[in-house]
């Protein structure tokens, strides 16, 4: 688990910290704080905190390799890292994650750097913690184009920073829900599964062609002729298993389909293929989810989020949408230990600089610009409604 992150003179921050809760992070802020910016610190961080593939790399290497990573994730017009210092800065630049084992792991640079430098104290502890990113913009419809070996790396590499990309090499790994086999590999994750199947009535299914195309269905409890034969098959569920049924009809193109929809089937890929397996993978990020996603929806995906992280999954996102702030603040049970905190990304005064305000507690967001904005549209609704009425 990430327990919290430093940022020195880096973009848009000047000096910010920000300690993380193990299970939900909810970043708050206007256009220009640095929320996304923030998400990808986070995550190429997290991805120089990874043990090393290969034992014989050396330390120069493994900086060339993560230096090359913060380009490809911000795009600064200078393709050097020294780019990446904040405005007029006189301050080192160095970021820093550090887990809930006190180990740690920067990235420091000056102005004029190629290449930063890494300083870990310890290895992690193992097991995989590669991170996830679920960028803004959908992607399941734009996999099979970033991926066709007839198309120009170097222009995919242009319009997509390495979010993108690299999600999509997560979407294309095999997952269980390629082959006719139930969701009894992990129970914890079954009713998360079939609950994101139901809210968009299917699945997406990576076809031959290299694109995600659209299946709809649901699961549902089959009796399995191998089990219900056996003598040792006593009780009902000995004997069924869940398996996905197709409902008929021509499977669809990703790209015909709602893209709030294709958000949701992002989830369920990385969930089914194990790129999200909560406990053993790393945090995952995700960058503004109610992007293009019907509020009807919203509820749903929030008790997912919540699901995900009581087993497990440290999450943090990015918002602006009151309807999804507020989910989360109805939906937490304490009884099951739920836990949300909220960072509130501001420009402090005079300065390009943002601090970040953090809290536990929801009521204390009311002097953001989301709860401000929500306010002045419910006082113009009443305002308009009391018009011409005679007091």
């Known amino acids: 688990m990430i327990a919290s992150v430093e940022i020195q003179s880096f973009t848009a921050f000047g000096n910010l910290e920000v300690s993380l809760s193990p299970r939900v992070n909810v970043i708050i802020g206007s256009n220009g704080t640095g929320k996304t910016h923030l998400l990808k610190a986070i ?55 550090k887990r809930s084992d006190d180990t740690s792991v920067a990235i420091s640079f000056a102005s004029n750097s190629k290449v930063a430098r890494i300083e870990k104290d310890a290895e992690p502890d193992g097991h995989e913690a590669r991170p996830v990113f679920i960028p803004t913009k959908e992607i399941l419809s734009l996999v099979r184009g970033m991926r066709h070996p007839e198309h120009d790396r170097a222009t995919v590499e242009m319009i997509f920073d390495d979010t993108y990309i690299d999600l999509a090499e997560l979407l294309v790994r095999p997952g269980f829900e390629d082959e006719a086999s139930s969701l009894n590999e992990d129970p914890r994750l079954s009713s998360i599964v079939r609950e994101l199947v139901g809210l968009v009535g299917g699945r997406y299914r990576w076809a031959s062609d290299g694109a995600f ?22 009780a009902y569920q000995d004997s ?72 497990g999954q440290q999450i943090v996102l990015a918002t602006h949408d009151y309807v999804l702030l ?65 007091l």
């Open 240 to 311: 069924t298993v869940v398996r996905f049924v197709p409902k008929g009809g021509q499977s669809l193109s990703s790209s015909m389909t709602a893209e709030g929809y294709r958000k949701i089937g992002v989830l369920h890929r990385l969930l089914c293929n194990g790129s999200i397996n909560p406990g053993t993978t790393g945090v995952l990020l995700w960058d503004e989810p109610e992007a293009n996603l019907n509020p009807r929806l919203m509820k749903k995906l929030v008790q997912v989020l919540l699901e995900l992280s009581r087993n």
């Open 213 to 234: 195309r659209f299946e709809s269905g649901s699961y549902e409890e089959k009796a399995d002729p191998a089990r219900s034969k056996s003598t040792t098959a006593q």
């Open 43 to 97: 995550y190429a961080l997290a991805i120089a905190d990874q043990p090393s593939s290969n034992e014989e790399r050396s330390r120069k290497e493994q900086e060339t390799d993560i230096s090359k990573k913060f380009l490809r994730l911000f795009s600064p017009e200078e393709n050097k890292i020294g780019a990446l210092r904040a405005n007029g800065s006189k301050a080192p630049t160095r970021l820093s994650l």
């Open 326 to 390: 507020k989910w989360f603040d109805l939906l937490m049970e304490k009884g099951k230990e739920d836990h949300v905190r909220f960072h509130v990304l501001v420009r402090e005064e005079g300065s390009e600089g943002m601090s970040v305000h953090s809290t536990d507690d929801y009521a204390q967001l009311v002097n953001t610009g989301i709860a401000k904005t929500f306010s002045e549209l419910y006082d113009a609704e009443i305002e308009r409604s009391l018009e011409g009425v005679a």
